[in-house]
């Protein structure tokens, strides 16, 4: 106990044993991490154009993956169009289960909604059309709005395997 004591007493805030605060920092590093890929030691991972492209390349060799104009200044509906664009993919993915190979890109042009993919051949193509007019319907009901599906087929994924890193 009397060891105890006598750490305390000596690390007691005095006028000649005052304690300092400091802040540590890091060097700045001006490279930005978001939206790349880690290179593999074998490099093995597959990346599609979408993904090979790094952010600050959008609007130069990549387009944006949703096409609209509600996020100007004053518009009415920016937050709406955004949660709407994450549901159809959601929707999209969750649908064409295990077929998507590509980002699902979604086109806005005034009151038509354009969803975009790539999908793998691995259904019949009687169950695809059915699922064409199934999403299109129920999408067009949800959102109010008319909805097209465009969607291209490939008989393999490394048909869209841009490069390996």
């Not at 949703?66 to 169009?81: A, G, I, V, Y």
């Not at 949660?83 to 005034?110: A, N, P, Y």
Request: with cysteine; net charge positive; proline share 4%.
């Amino acid at each position: 106990m009397n060891a105890l004591q006598s750490s305390i007493r000596l690390l007691q805030l005095t006028p000649g044993n005052s304690f300092r605060r400091s802040i540590h920092l890091t060097a700045a590093c001006s490279k930005s991490q978001s939206g790349r890929y880690k290179i593999t030691t074998r490099g093995d991972r597959p990346l599609t154009y979408e993904m090979a492209n790094p952010p600050h390349l959008i609007g130069h060799r990549k387009a944006w993956n949703s096409w609209n104009t509600s996020n100007l200044q004053d518009e009415l509906r920016p937050s709406q169009t955004m949660l709407e664009d994450d549901f159809i993919r959601r929707f999209m993915t969750g649908t064409w289960h295990g077929l998507v190979l590509s980002e699902v890109i979604i086109k806005r042009q005034h009151n038509h909604v354009r969803v975009a993919a790539i999908l793998r051949r691995g259904i019949t193509a009687r169950k695809m059309y059915f699922l064409i007019g199934y999403c299109e319907e129920l999408l067009a009901n949800w959102l109010q709005c008319p909805v097209t599906l465009e969607l291209q087929t490939t008989d393999d994924r490394k048909d869209v395997i841009f490069k390996y890193i």
